[in-house]
């Protein structure tokens, strides 16, 4: 099974072989977001020759803590994160640029960037001083450890990624409507197989995908209460597209990774409503 993961760092590798692009950069067949409506929503972004690009995406999830995906990071690179960002082509105002110095870049132990399928497709990052909270700058809510999402959960995945395979990317956020595959549908045969794991969240399946560039950030989803939580960051896709028929974009479940998120970053439970205790009979465990 050929795996495409979803940042544009890939995307830009030379050599990848396959017939389509490898790495996808953005939501396809999604449409323009209404401005600040997933206000974690943080654009990573690279320095090349003095100038810094759009890599991938992220959740805020303390003011000081960003969650992307393991894939995203390189650590011989230079990074910066920008929050409240809405369009990348214009100077809108509640833009927040924060630096990101070397040792604060935490990508999961586990993670092996040779075997995408294995998991643990996820990092975080220490922001050099903490987000301004406000209107356009809010806190991501998590779902609790070990929650998982009933097949056909009605996500919306966010991202500045590919606007269809190989395509442009768009200057503007991009969301999609990206109902959940459960594990039972999507690890079978004609769908993912054995790539998934447990420790991953399928959404979409159809025409619509995340693509390169939507990587490291979020699947939200709605909670019982009306509010949203991040359950998923986003991973790979097929290589044989951004969206292609059940082949749905791969996310990294938020909840099997609660405790090495709560671990690195010092979040405190009470922070946010998604903190309850983990619920006996809800999960696959906890990884890590
Ligand atoms: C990473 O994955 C590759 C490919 O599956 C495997 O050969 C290698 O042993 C793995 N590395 C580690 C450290 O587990």
Not at 87 to 112: K, M, T
Not at 144 to 169: F, K, Q, V
Not at 198 to 207: K, L, S
Not at 266 to 281: F, K, S, T
Request: proline share 7%.
């Amino acid at each position: 099974m050929m795996l495409r993961l979803l940042s544009f760092l890939l995307f830009v590798a030379p050599g990848c072989g396959y017939p389509s692009t490898q790495i996808s950069s953005r939501v396809v067949n999604g449409q323009d977001a209404v401005p600040y409506s997933w206000p974690w929503q943080v654009s990573l972004q690279y320095k090349s020759n003095g100038a810094f690009y759009h890599t991938c995406g992220g959740s805020l999830i303390t003011a000081d803590w960003v969650v992307t995906a393991g894939h995203c990071i390189s650590s011989s690179r230079t990074y910066q994160v920008v929050l409240g960002e809405y369009d990348r082509a214009v100077e809108e105002g509640p833009e927040q640029v924060i630096p990101i110095n070397a040792g604060d870049l935490f990508v999961h132990p586990r993670w092996n960037s040779s075997c995408v399928a294995c998991g643990n497709d996820i990092a975080l990052i220490k922001l050099s001083s903490s987000a301004q909270l406000g209107d356009e700058v809010q806190l991501a809510s998590l779902p609790p450890a070990g929650d998982i999402l009933p097949n056909e959960a009605p996500c919306y995945i966010s991202g500045w990624g590919r606007l269809y395979t190989g395509g442009p990317l768009p200057t503007k956020l991009q969301e999609a409507l990206l109902p959940v595959v459960d594990y039972e549908h999507c690890s079978q045969s004609d769908w993912w197989g054995s790539s998934v794991k447990t420790t991953m969240v399928c959404a979409g399946g159809d025409t619509r995908a995340g693509c390169n560039g939507d990587s490291g950030g979020p699947l939200n989803c709605p909670a019982a209460d009306g509010s949203w939580q991040v359950h998923g960051v986003t991973s790979f896709v097929s290589s044989r597209g951004c969206n292609t028929l059940q082949k749905p974009t791969v996310f990294t479940r938020v909840s099997a990774f609660i405790g090495w998120i709560e671990e690195v970053s010092g979040r405190r439970a009470g922070r946010a409503p998604a903190l309850a205790p983990p619920r006996g009979a809800g999960g696959m465990g906890e990884n890590s």
